[in-house]
Each structure stands twice: as C-alpha cells, then as structure tokens.
C-alpha cells in the first residue's frame, strides 16, 4: 500500500468517525469514534513494529477497528442505552481491544493511549514500566513507546540516540541505520494520525 493511499484511508476512517452516527448519539459517538481512531492507529503500528509488517498498513487497519470501538463506546455514552445491537457490537470490539492489549502487554498499551492523547509523561513512564517486564514482546513494545514519545518531545535526534538501544532489544533490526528509517516512518505517520485525528501533527 503506497503512502498516499494509506493517507487517504486513514482520512476516511476519521472522517466516517465524525458522520457515521445515529442522530440520538452523534456528538459522543463522533468523539468517541475519532479517539478510538487515534488509539487504533497508534496501536496497530505498534504491532507491526514489535511483530513485523508494513507500518503504514497496521495504523490504516488500526484506525479501522479503533474507529469502531470508539464509536460504539461514544454512542453508549451518549445516549445512555444499550440496544442489543449495539451490545453485541460492543463486545466484539472490546474483544479486540482486549487483543490488542494481550499483544502490548497492559502498560504498553496504557502508554500508547496517553501518547494519542499527547500525554508524553504519562506514556513514558509506562513505556519505562513495560521494559521492566519479562515478556519480550512487551518490553519491546515498552522501548518503541519511549522512542515515540521523545521523538515528540525533545525531537528526531533525541529518538535516534536511543537507536543502538533498539537494535539491540529488536532483533529484526540488524543496524541503526536500518532503525533510522523506520524511526523517520514511525513519526511520520504519526503525524499523520494526529492530522487526521484534527490535532496538531506535533502535538503543540
């Protein structure tokens, strides 16, 4: 998938998130939708970061399913019934969230929510608690957080400096150089989710 076209997807997503609601919950609905968007896409580049694939690809599938958890989160809370469609919606999607979770790891996972939501501190200091834990994926996943956020905060430099680190938690990575480019793809498209999510692209 090219990146124009992962860019355009994701822009549907959040689009859809803003119309694609009943009239009797819209407005928590589209909140809910675009929110769960952002957690999705974020979260789905982070898999394909700890597990392998293309990056752009698992945010744009993320921000699928993280669009359509928040939505049907939103339109509960908006409207304060639960209809058995939308009860049986929402299970499946909290499903998913739960295997989202069980991937990550429950502090990762918890960082990558605060960092779509521009809480850095937050998600750095689950970033920090996740490395600690034994699971190696979730460690990993823990490390990238941390790479993401200080790219965001203290900039690119700052992220590449930790690229030695990386390499050496990640075994798909097999130089720094490598793990440069990916870092330059992790940020971007990020920024591109912020964009799309309505938010500024660095989080000012």
Known sequence: MDKCY?????????????????????RGAAEGAAGGAAVGAIGGMMTALVFGGDVGDAAARGAVWGGSTGAVTGAV???????????????????EMEDLRRELGDDAYRGL??????????????????????????????????????AETDGENAAVAMLPG???????LTSTTQAKVLLIEVITDLEDIREQAGTSRTCL
């Open 77 to 95: 809370r908006g409207s304060q019934k639960a209809e058995s469609n939308q009860e049986a919606e929402r299970r499946r999607v909290a499903a």
């Open 166 to 172: 990386l390499v050496e938690r990640d075994s798909k």
């Open 113 to 150: 929510e605060a960092l779509a939501r521009c809480k850095h501190t937050v998600a750095i200091a689950y970033a920090e608690a996740a490395q600690t834990d034994k699971n190696y994926d979730y460690a990993l996943a823990g490390y990238w957080l941390e790479v993401m956020s200080v």
């Open 6 to 26: 992962r860019v355009l997807l994701l822009s549907v997503v959040f689009t859809l998130a803003f119309t694609a609601c009943s009239t009797e919950s819209t």
